[in-house]
């Protein structure tokens, strides 16, 4: 059950470790997360990166692939092998299609080719720093809508919900991130499984049939559109 | 450097000074060895004949005493140009013949011996050399006999002049063959870097001069000129690129420049600069992603991806995207089919083909939107279909739509980048997508084919089909 504490949990202050050497881009993401209500530490090179994020218990890290002294693969690398599992996401500039993956091979648990928007930033960290927390239950539940994971049933309130097999994992994905925002190309990466950028708003109309059929018909709506980032599952009463 | 500096540094003209060096040396010990052997010969031929003589006047000496041999050998000396005799006591006081001094010491030994001579009838200073062989006679008397070296000397000095000659004439002739092979090769060579130099600043249409001879330079400028065509046509097709990446770039980055202003100079609170702001974040988005799609082109076009190669299934991605599309086609108005084999092998990056195919679905979803009239005047099923299927050792993939279709005539240009054919120029659209997924089917050894789906647009992408599927995720 995601309790109004666990979404309180979600939203707590996140302590972030940036490794990035372009001094006005850490500048302005050390801004953003403060503004977001997370700390954030900045390093400006590799080796500074690895000292930091060994002795500080950071949520997550950032991580610029090309650095000065020590490369973003190398300083994850080197982390993982020093029994450090803070989670790591790649911000990278090289954008080739194999570059994903050498990034997640290298020990990043996640990978964002520059230009990336802040939103989308925040959102993938935001499920990171929750993922290291290793909650995995059977059952998800947001107000009084219910998802078995192990039956495949879903309910509302007392309403059985149809689901097709898609849609299951659609929804299973935004409950099991209730109270986070998820963004597009997340969807179509950990339900779908692809990782380009759909030019059609693909993604917009799978959601707007999963909302008709959770939503429709019931006083406060759980599904809902952030603008400008994605969209987010939560009790909308509160 | 001077000109002849620079032929004695050439590999032509150092080759040849090498095999010169090599041939001169072979002659030179053959002319030697051909000397030395005559000189041989015209000894054994002397050893011979004086063994002859000497055999002959020891029987004059057995037969005639000392008396018989001297009368012998006056006879012999006195002709002109004969050998050399000489008769001597014991004590070595010359008895008869035509040796007028000798080296001293010579009559003493008996056997073989070179010496200096002269005649009895010469004068003093006339000195020769000769071969002379001396025998002791009973008695204590010596006979001596000898002949001339002089005839032997002649020929072999004969020879080795000639030798001297033929080595010398061997060396300046090959050194002058040498320099006219190394000129004829270094100006050949010149001219092709002469050329290379003005490829280099600039004119990539210059091409290297091929002599006709179809030799090894031939083969070599050919082959230079085959990759400067490579290079002329790549660099064509960049210019293209740049040329029209400056133009699709400039347009939307004009506009967007153009609002952030306008939303300075007009707006007038807070609602106008947000609205302002979130447009150019939304126009700052397509250019990323027309950024995006020409660098993977880019990336593909290149072959950088052949890392990420696995074997995957090629109906499970028509399958999963047809699924992924079918609300989107709905909400159009079209009817989305999927007809997937039940597995296509393919080998190769599973998000390319996936990106390349989504591409192929874009368009057929943007552009299918009027349906085609058909001769009835009736309107045909506003559907699109996805199919995968393997035929022989091809995997297929295609969409096909009812829309109006692509013009023949036009097909092969759609492909190109950033070509919106004239009708869809008012949709929006990087006008990438078609080229993007030529470029991926092409990386892996397939092609993209545009087809009349009659009416409308069956557009293909043919992969080669992978060997088996290892079911991996």
């Known amino acids: 059950m995601l309790t109004e504490s666990e979404v309180k949990d979600v939203a707590r202050t996140m302590r972030l470790l940036i490794i990035e050497d372009d001094r006005d881009a850490a500048d302005y993401l050390v801004k953003a997360f403060r503004e977001a209500?997370?700390?954030?530490?900045?390093?400006?090179?590799?080796?500074?990166?690895?000292?930091?994020?060994?002795?500080?218990?950071?949520?997550?890290?950032?991580?610029?692939?090309?650095?000065?002294?020590?490369?973003?693969?190398?300083?994850?690398?080197?982390?993982?092998?020093?029994?450090?599992?803070?989670?790591?996401?790649?911000?990278?500039?090289?954008?080739?299609?194999?570059?994903?993956?050498k990034g997640l091979r290298a020990g990043g648990d996640d990978y964002l080719p520059k230009p990336y928007s802040f939103s989308e930033l925040l959102a993938r960290i935001e499920v990171l720093a929750r993922r290291h927390g290793g909650r995995e239950e059977t059952i998800y539940r947001v107000a009084d809508l219910e998802l078995d994971r192990l039956s495949h049933r879903v309910t509302r309130g007392a309403e059985e919900i149809v689901l097709q097999p898609r849609e299951f994992r659609l929804l299973e994905y935004l409950m099991k991130h209730a109270g986070q925002v998820v963004t597009r190309t997340m969807l179509l990466e950990n339900v779908w499984d692809y990782h380009f950028d759909p030019q059609t708003n693909v993604i917009d109309v799978h959601i707007s049939r999963l909302r008709s059929k959770i939503d429709k018909g019931f006083a406060h709506p759980l599904l809902h559109t952030v603008r400008g980032a994605g969209y987010v599952i939560r009790d909308g009463a509160r | 450097m001077t000109a002849l500096g620079k032929l004695l540094r050439t590999t032509a003209f150092r080759l040849t000074l090498v095999y010169l060096s090599i041939f001169a040396l072979f002659a030179a010990a053959l002319l030697a060895y051909f000397a030395l052997n005559t000189r041989r010969m015209i000894n054994d031929q002397i050893v011979r004949t004086l063994d002859s003589e000497i055999a002959d006047l020891t029987r004059q000496f057995e037969?005639?005493?000392?008396?018989?041999?001297?009368?012998?050998?006056?006879?012999?000396?006195?002709?002109?140009?004969?050998?050399?005799?000489?008769?001597?006591?014991?004590t070595g006081d010359g008895l008869v013949g035509n040796v007028g001094s000798l080296e001293p010491g010579v009559i003493e030994r008996t056997g073989w011996m070179e010496t200096a001579y002269r005649r009895i009838d010469e004068p003093e200073i006339a000195e020769h050399q000769a071969l002379v062989r001396v025998l002791g006679l009973s008695g204590g008397f010596r006979l001596l006999v000898g002949r001339d070296l002089e005839e032997r000397e002649r020929l072999f000095s004969i020879v080795a002049i000639a030798g001297r000659w033929s080595v010398a004439?061997?060396?300046?002739?090959?050194?002058?063959?040498?320099?006219?092979?190394?000129?004829?090769?270094?100006?050949?060579?010149?001219?092709?870097?002469?050329?290379?130099?003005?490829?280099?600043?600039?004119?990539?249409t210059g091409r290297l001069p091929i002599a006709g001879s179809g030799d090894e330079l031939d083969r070599l400028s050919a082959n230079l000129n085959a990759m400067l065509e490579r290079i002329e046509t790549l660099m064509r097709g960049l210019k293209q690129?740049?040329?029209?990446?400056?133009?699709d770039l400039r347009t939307p980055l004009t506009r967007l420049r153009n609002r952030c202003e306008a939303a300075l100079r007009s707006a007038r609170d807070e609602g106008d600069y947000r609205e302002a702001i979130e447009t150019t974040i939304e126009e700052s988005d397509t250019l990323i992603r027309v950024f995006d799609a020409l660098l993977m082109i880019a990336r593909a076009e290149s072959g950088e991806p052949r890392g990420g190669m696995e074997t995957f299934d090629a109906a499970e991605i028509a399958r999963d995207l047809g699924e992924l599309y079918e609300p989107v086609a709905e909400e159009k108005g079209f009817v989305l089919h999927v007809k997937a084999?039940?597995?296509?092998?393919?080998?190769?990056?599973?998000?390319?083909?996936?990106?390349?195919?989504?591409?192929?679905?874009?368009?057929a979803i943007k552009y299918a939107g009027t349906a085609?009239?058909?001769?009835?005047?009736?309107?045909?099923?506003?559907?699109?279909?996805?199919?995968?299927?393997?035929?022989?050792?091809?995997?297929?993939?295609?969409?096909?739509?009812?829309g109006p279709g692509i013009p023949a005539a036009d097909r092969g240009r759609a492909i190109e980048r950033f070509i919106r054919l004239e009708k869809s120029r008012s949709l929006p659209g990087s006008g990438l997508g078609l080229s993007l997924a030529s470029a991926v089917a092409q990386l892996h050894g397939g092609e993209l084919r545009l087809e009349d789906n009659e009416p409308g647009l069956r557009a293909v992408l043919i992969l080669p089909r992978a060997d088996g599927l290892q079911k991996a995720t």
């Open chain 2, 63 to 90: 037969i005639g005493g000392l008396r018989g041999l001297m009368i012998a050998v006056e006879t012999r000396a006195g002709h002109p140009g004969s050998n050399l005799y000489l008769v001597t006591t014991r």
């Open chain 2, 341 to 363: 084999a039940d597995t296509a092998p393919v080998k190769g990056n599973r998000e390319l083909i996936g990106q390349a195919l989504a591409n192929l679905l874009d368009n």
């Open chain 2, 241 to 247: 690129v740049s040329d029209n990446v400056a133009h």
């Open chain 1, 37 to 101: 209500g997370h700390v954030a530490d900045h390093a400006a090179d590799g080796e500074e990166g690895l000292a930091l994020a060994s002795h500080e218990p950071y949520d997550v890290l950032v991580v610029d692939r090309l650095l000065p002294k020590l490369d973003g693969l190398s300083v994850i690398g080197a982390l993982r092998a020093k029994g450090v599992s803070t989670p790591a996401l790649i911000l990278s500039a090289l954008g080739a299609v194999d570059d994903r993956v």
């Open chain 2, 372 to 402: 085609a009239v058909d001769a009835e005047g009736d309107r045909a099923v506003p559907d699109i279909a996805v199919t995968a299927e393997t035929k022989a050792d091809r995997v297929i993939l295609s969409v096909a739509d009812r």
């Open chain 2, 169 to 204: 004439i061997v060396i300046v002739l090959g050194i002058v063959g040498g320099i006219f092979v190394s000129r004829r090769v270094l100006r050949r060579i010149d001219a092709m870097s002469d050329k290379a130099q003005t490829i280099m600043t600039g004119d990539l």
